[in-house]
């Protein structure tokens, strides 16, 4: 996500307090026997520190400053809009200690630096799996150098309260498709799955966090939405809840029909942030940060590839150990 450098302002209490005020509880969705430990679990746990977390940088904003490979494509067209339109509302966001089902990635750049991008526990039969965007991932195929890789669900202040899950050697599914066409052309695929391996303590990501339900084939109008999102460098998420409307791109580089979303403060690291809506028993994810470019140019307005069967087949890549796919060599 290309943002524009901002202070983020805390906004007052939102309306529907009990929909953002309900996170709930883990053991809503705790199933199955604790796993062993993964062997990288303490070794992550050992480095990244509070101090370490609390200086990552945002690894999702763009050439010069990234995670990744370093290289985003050059739109060919200036966009007619990206952003609020004019007189449109936009609803405020907040900080806050955040969810279990929602949390961080961190990782190290090729220098050493600590990165971070957002991401959402999802429910699945092994109970280890993350949904972020494809461009917080895409850097992490096959065989690329390990980077300290983990996620932390729910992430505040320096704090891991369920713990550090190591992302698996060749855990990270991103579709094929975006590979190959790229972050612009292939913004309709900015979606990815990673698979965790278990905590310091030997538990599985969605036995200790929960997990939320994916949803495809839903439609691009929802409300009320509430988005989650990790700004780098922040010490707490921010959430804010508003609509979700379809958006047909206006920009040739960057093709293809998105859910488009208003909320304020949204800057880099916000990518791979969850779009979620109230299900019977929990929450259930529409959409992620990222898509029509990267998520959005402004901080006031973010984007979501749709979840089609696209997104369907690569769960199921991902829940039954399909090989991954990569770029080509």
Not at 168 to 187: F, L, M, P, W
Not at 190 to 196: K, P, Q
Not at 291 to 311: D, E, K, L, M
């Amino acid at each position: 996500m290309v943002r524009r450098t901002r202070n983020i302002r805390h906004a007052a209490v939102l309306a529907a307090t009990v929909l953002l005020s309900a996170g709930l509880t883990p053991a809503a969705f705790a199933a199955g026997a604790p796993s062993t430990p993964g062997p990288d679990a303490a070794e992550l746990s050992g480095f990244w520190t509070a101090a370490r977390m609390t200086a990552a940088r945002p690894g999702d904003t763009g050439p010069g400053d990234t995670g990744q490979d370093e290289s985003m494509a050059a739109r060919t067209t200036e966009p007619t809009v990206d952003g609020p339109r004019p007189g449109e509302v936009i609803p405020p966001s907040k900080s806050f200690d955040g969810i279990p089902q929602a949390g961080t990635f961190f990782w190290t750049d090729a220098s050493g630096t600590g990165r971070t991008c957002s991401g959402s526990v999802v429910r699945s039969p092994g109970h280890n799996l993350v949904l972020s965007a494809g461009h917080c991932l895409k850097g992490y195929s096959g065989s690329s150098p390990k980077r300290h890789l983990a996620f932390v669900p729910q992430y505040h202040d320096g704090l891991t309260p369920f713990g550090v899950f190591p992302v698996q050697d060749n855990g990270v599914y991103v579709s094929q498709q975006y590979y190959d066409k790229g972050e612009h052309a292939g913004a309709a695929y900015d979606f990815g799955f990673a698979v965790t391996e278990a905590n310091q303590d030997g538990q599985r990501l969605e036995d200790a966090a929960g997990g939320v339900e994916l949803l495809t084939g839903s439609g691009y109008a929802h409300a009320p939405v509430r988005m989650i999102g990790y700004p780098g460098g922040a010490q707490k998420p921010l959430e804010c809840l508003s609509k979700t409307t379809k958006w047909a791109s206006d920009d040739s580089a960057d093709p293809g029909t998105f859910e488009r979303i208003a909320c304020a403060g949204f800057v880099g690291g916000t990518s791979g942030g969850p779009m979620l809506v109230a299900r019977p028993g929990g929450w259930g994810v529409i959409g992620v940060i990222g898509g029509y470019h990267t998520g959005g140019n402004t901080p006031q307005v973010s984007y979501s590839a749709y979840f089609g069967p696209a997104t369907q087949a690569l769960y199921k890549a991902a829940t039954t150990g399909a090989p991954p796919a990569g770029p080509a060599s």
